[in-house]
């Protein structure tokens, strides 16, 4: 007798015999489909400073001389090698004689020249404009071989070679690059779904070893529980940084499904307003670093552990110094901290917080931690283009939350128009010492040097790097799990 | 009738003007800087202002009203400030998605909800109209983008039938086009009908009181003709008034459905376009929306000659 279970059952088998095992080898082979939370708005990185436009395009379609890897060490790209002259001035890149735009143009030394100038153009937008200013002159001295002549000696420059922004675009393509990008990587350009889905495919003609990957696409889910639902349904083989990390325990259980945890250059903070009284007085901004209890504020965030900071340094880079103790949990020491700089019981300021989980839960859980001493912080929840207005360019805060997600971006301490104006001649001095300071060990000594300073004047609370949380299908390899520089290099990507 | 219609279109073109008046008032009030947004943390102040002459905002407020309202007549929406290409494109893009799916999900509420309304007006009092009456309530206590997760969590992650969201495109055949359309409209479908169950019930219930009803029946007329023929057809004005009033409600369900779905459609782009200040995109779709309900309305109200002849002679 055949019963309706038995239908039903026999049903399911038949739906499972014929499509799905078709569908899942014709991916198994050559395609991968990778869902991302933020579309990118355009897909030229040097037209805006959207971390998505990189985290597509780069070392994907587009390079630079020369590229990051995935444990953030500086490797060639276009240039096959590079000399510094020993003052520091003069840098000879070796071009590859291989390397070809999609268009088929050969790559040579005029692109280089081309790209870099056209950076400082007046009329260019490119968001990181300081990579590109130290250069006096660019000489295309023949067409394998381009010499730049620095201002002065630059100690990041070739680091700032490997961002997004100066990557080598062709002059006849350059204008058309925010929507159909032409560059020398291992993908091309196919087609763009605009709210989405994205698809590159493999560049036959590339200089380096061929992907493995004949497609890929991105795909663009912003809501969280639409995105864990796309990947347990099977739709998506990856997502590069889950939106929803309450659902990582059930993902994690999923045997058909792969998760990890990775570090990236997002410095988490409650930035303070150091010129605004009272956080212009360094003992109320200690008071605050002694009751910020990072493991409470990650809890209530994420539901785990994160790798937390003690200063503006990521743990990412080999400089990084471990300052996580400087100020442990101490409510008594706060409030008599507080009682010395004048205020015994607290006082009452703002607590203005843009739109993202770690700055909307986490300010609730801090404006708690506060309140332990005092001091009665009130939230207000901006949106992000009222954020960068008010707080970012107006500076017209107390006190907010935000990760400052680009490397090494320690610098920012030393502008003094910076929205936390931190005004310290001292730090700015040894970062000018930083800046022309070639050898690896002296400078990355300063940088502790500069870490120490930071996190002895508390000059912001100082919380957690953001987490990169990867999921992917158990059996896709050479995905990026820590992201020294936001990146989805698919060139190393391949089912197993 | 001429002159009827004139002063209709009339009306219709201040209410329009007034309109986009207020909508490039309010946000041009709106803090915000769309360059700033775009070029982010580092950027240097010469790259913004280069940004902001690129998108025209170096001009004054009254000089972008009047190119921005000169452009809507000539058809030309300016160029989105995040994405850089033409908004008329985009609008274009996302229309072949919302569309469809807007016109499956009042398809599928009319075929739903007034054949359900019908059936309780019939049984009034009786078990099926209680029934009816149950699924009215939670049809609309249920909030849409919750039953949109359920029928996901069902049927994609469950049963693996259908995509949890996104949309391949109409170039890659309608079959799956249509199935990643499926869920999204029973989504925004099911408090459209638990709306039009009520309102064809309540409509019909008060048709039968009057007295063509029993005159009708006292002719000898059968039942089930006298509902279809005379009390369905009587009862359709303020059903197509709902409809017709729903319409912008869809909007707003689409905004949230596109978004549980991840489908690139109108409403995706509201949500998008508010969040990345493309402040132009913004303006055009709201515009745009403002003109469909308008229009909308308008038609709803020619439409009412047509379903009843009365009302055609009264003008």
Known sequence: MTTRRDLLAGVGVAALATPFPLRAFAQAKDSVVIGMTLEPPTLDPTSGAAQAIREVVLQNIFEGLVA????????????????????????????????????????????????????????????????????????????????????????????????????????????????????????????????????????AEYWGPKPALAKAVFRFIGDPQAQVAALRAGDIDAFTNLSAPEAIPQLKADPKLKVTL???????????????????????RQAIALVLDRKTIALGVYGFDLDYIGSHFSPLHPAYVDLTGTYPVDIAKAKSLLAAAGFPNGFSCTLRLPPPAYARRGGEIIAA???????????????????????????????????????????????DDYYFQYKNPEFKALMARIDVTIDETERNKLYGEAQRMLARDAVNGFLFILPKLTVTKADLEGMWTDWPLPLTPLAEVRWR | MTAYLL????????????????????????????????????????????????????????????????????????????YRVPVTQLIGERMMVTLPLAAMAILLAMAIGIPLGAVAAAHHNRPGDAAVMVFAQAGLAIPNFWFGLLLVLVFS?????????GFPGWSTGL????????????????????????????????????????????????????????VLRNALIPVVTILGLQFSVLIAGAIIIENVFTLPGLGRLVFQSIAQH??????????????????????????????????????
Not at chain 1, 387 to 415: C, M, Q, S
Request: proline share 6%; glycine share 8%; charged share 20%.
């Open chain 2, 157 to 165: 992650v469950g049963t693996g039938w259908l995509p949890a969201g």
């Open chain 1, 262 to 284: 990775g570090k990236t250059e997002g410095e988490t903070i409650l930035a303070i307003n150091n010129a605004k009284a009272p956080f212009s007085d360094v003992r109320v």
């Open chain 1, 369 to 415: 931690l506060l309140a332990q001493i005092g001091i009665n912080a009130s939230i207000e929840p901006l949106e992000f283009p009222q954020w960068l207005e008010r707080v970012f360019r107006g500076k017209d805060f107390d006190l907010t939350v935000i990760a400052h997600t680009e490397p090494l971006d320690i610098g920012n301490y030393a502008r």
């Open chain 1, 68 to 203: 990051m890897d995935r444990t953030g060490k500086i490797v060639p790209a276009l240039a096959e090698s590079w000399t510094v002259s020993p003052d520091g001035l003069t840098y000879t890149f070796k071009l590859r004689g291989n390397a070809r735009f999609h268009d088929g143009t050969p790559f040579s030394a005029r692109d280089v020249k081309f790209s870099f100038e056209r950076a400082v153009a007046p009329d260019s937008t490119n968001a990181q404009r300081w990579i590109f200013t130290p250069i006096a002159a660019i000489e295309a001295q023949d067409p394998l071989t381009v010499v730049i002549k620095l201002k002065q000696p630059t100690a990041n420059f070739v680091y700032g070679l490997a961002w997004g922004d100066a990557i080598i675009v062709s002059p006849a393509t350059a204008a058309d690059n925010k929507t159909k990008p032409v560059g020398t990587g291992p993908f091309k350009f196919a087609r763009w779904n605009r709210g989405d889905r994205l698809e590159f495919e493999r560049n």
């Open chain 2, 175 to 230: 079959v799956p086009a249509f199935k990643a359309l499926l869920l999204p409209a029973i989504a925004l479908a099911l408090p459209q009908a638990a709306i039009l169950a009520r309102v064809t019930r309540a409509a019909m219930l008060e048709t039968m009181q009057e007295d063509y009803v029993r005159t009708a029946r006292a002719k000898g007329v059968s039942r089930r003709r006298t509902m279809l023929r005379h």
């Open chain 2, 278 to 315: 493309d402040l132009i995109v913004v303006k055009d779709l709201v515009m745009l929306f403002c003109t469909l309900v308008v229009l909308i309305n308008f038609l709803v109200e020619l439409l009412y000659g047509v379903i009843d002849p009365r009302l055609r002679q009264a003008d």
């Open chain 2, 7 to 82: 002063r209709r279109l009339l009306a219709l073109a201040a209410t329009l003007l007034g309109a986009a008046l207020v909508i490039f008032l309010v946000l041009e009030i709106l803090p915000g800087d769309p360059a700033a947004v775009t070029l982010g943390l580092n950027a240097a102040p010469e790259a913004l202002a280069a940004l902001r002459t690129e998108m025209g905002l170096d001009r004054p407020a009254p000089v972008r009203f009047l190119t921005w309202i000169g452009g809507l007549l000539t058809g030309d929406l300016g160029l989105s400030y995040t």
